[in-house]
T-cell receptor, first 117, second 112 residues
Framework: DADVTQTPRNRITKTGKRIMLECSQT?????MYWYRQDPGLGLRLIYY???????NKGEISDGYSVSRQAQAKFSLSLESAIPNQTALYFC????????????????FGPGTRLTVL | GNSVTQMEGPVTLSEEAFLTINCTYT??????LFWYVQYPGEGLQLLLK?????DKGSNKGFEATYRKETTSFHLEKGSVQVSDSAVYFC???????????FGTGTSLTVIP
């Protein structure tokens, strides 16, 4: 089974609709991230969370909100979707250790392709 | 600030050709550097990493050396295969909570 899962994998919605993207992980990591990927722009950080009680805005948080329901779950919401939020969305986790040292490697889910009409 | 600049694609090579994808970075202090690969329809996977100057990361025939004097982390492979066709992202990890900063990605297509 995949360590980082995202649901749904594909979603088509209309302008103004509220939508939630979900991410779950079985890696036991404390840190979770949401990114969006756009052609020619790479990945840009939307929000990140160090633990259940710690949420931080990333580079492009406007129009998005998040919820860390548990250590293993991190949801991204679009309160009122607009067409320029059409993108590929990735969840990632980090926080593993290599010996006594915390690893900074991030592990990515398979992505959610969102289309806003 | 922190940023990564990588070579624009797309890149098309014949099988067994030599590959270089350039990556340079701007960062305060001493970042960790990464190459991630994204195969069609999949998420990003770590390809290799280096955590300090002069370290060489290597995996699956790919290599990259952390060059602090030139702030570079170029990806190389001596003989590419069709199965290497993917998008490659250079990234650095720096700052609170090891935020990642990604380059824009370079698409590689290897033809038989």
């Amino acid at each position: 089974d995949a360590d980082v899962t995202q649901t749904p994998r594909n979603r088509i919605t209309k302008t103004g609709k509220r939508i939630m993207l979900e991410c779950s992980q079985t890696k036991g990591h404390d840190r979770m991230y949401w990114y969006r990927q756009d052609p020619g722009l790479g990945l840009r950080l939307i929000y990140y969370s160090f633990d259940v009680k710690d949420i931080n805005k990333g580079e492009i948080s406007d129009g998005y909100s998040v919820s860390r329901q548990a250590q293993a779950k991190f949801s991204l919401s679009l309160e009122s979707a607009i067409p320029n939020q059409t993108a590929l969305y990735f969840c990632a986790t980090s926080g593993g250790t290599s010996g006594r040292v915390r690893s900074d490697e991030q592990f990515f889910g398979p992505g959610t392709r969102l289309t806003v009409l | 600030g922190n940023s990564v600049t990588q070579m624009e694609g797309p890149v098309t090579l014949s099988e067994e050709a030599f590959l270089t994808i350039n990556c340079t970075y701007t960062a305060t202090g001493y970042p960790s550097l990464f190459w991630y690969v994204q195969y069609p329809g999949e998420g990003l996977q770590l390809l290799l990493k280096a955590t300090k100057a002069d370290d060489k990361g290597s995996n699956k025939g790919f290599e990259a050396t952390y060059r602090k004097e030139t702030t570079s982390f170029h990806l190389e492979k001596g003989s590419v295969q069709v199965s290497d066709s993917a998008v490659y992202f250079c990234a650095l990890s720096r700052g609170v909570g090891n935020q990642f900063y990604f380059g824009t990605g370079t698409s590689l297509t290897v033809i038989p």
